[in-house]
Nanobody, 123 residues
Framework: QVQLVESGGGSVQAGGSLRLSCAAS????????MGWFRQAPGKQREGVAG???????FYADSVKGRFTISQDNAKNTLFLQMNSLKPEDTAMYYC?????????????????WGQGTQVTVSS
């Protein structure tokens, strides 16, 4: 059973930065696509950034050039570096894993989810 635990959320002012981390376990020697998603109150969950088993990365248009997804395979940790944060980035951020090797940031393909970490950006 894949388990995911996020950390690193918090409150920052617009223009600031945060780095989210996701500690993963239970992979059982297979590769999973990994991704970051977010959900603001009253809105649907949306994909933010993803990384496939071949290392390819995918970003939502709204975060391109500001957010960077990366992973430390040796430590089974996924990261999301968020720079130039905007108030519209305020949401609960979730780490997720998919058994599909190229799940991109398609929510329906991700079956394993962390509990989420809150990011709040004030203007």
């Amino acid at each position: 059973q894949v388990q995911l635990v996020e950390s690193g959320g918090g409150s920052v002012q617009a223009g600031g930065s945060l780095r989210l981390s996701c500690a993963a376990s239970g992979y059982r020697d297979r590769c999973y696509s990994m991704g970051w998603f977010r959900q603001a109150p009253g809105k649907q969950r949306e994909g933010v950034a993803g990384v496939g088993c071949d290392g390819s990365t995918f970003y939502a248009d709204s975060v391109k050039g500001r957010f960077t997804i990366s992973q430390d395979n040796a430590k089974n940790t996924l990261f999301l570096q968020m720079n130039s944060l905007k108030p519209e980035d305020t949401a609960m951020y979730y780490c997720a894993a998919s058994p599909s090797p190229q799940a991109r940031i398609w929510v329906v393909l991700f079956g394993y989810w962390g509990q989420g970490t809150q990011v709040t950006v004030s203007s």
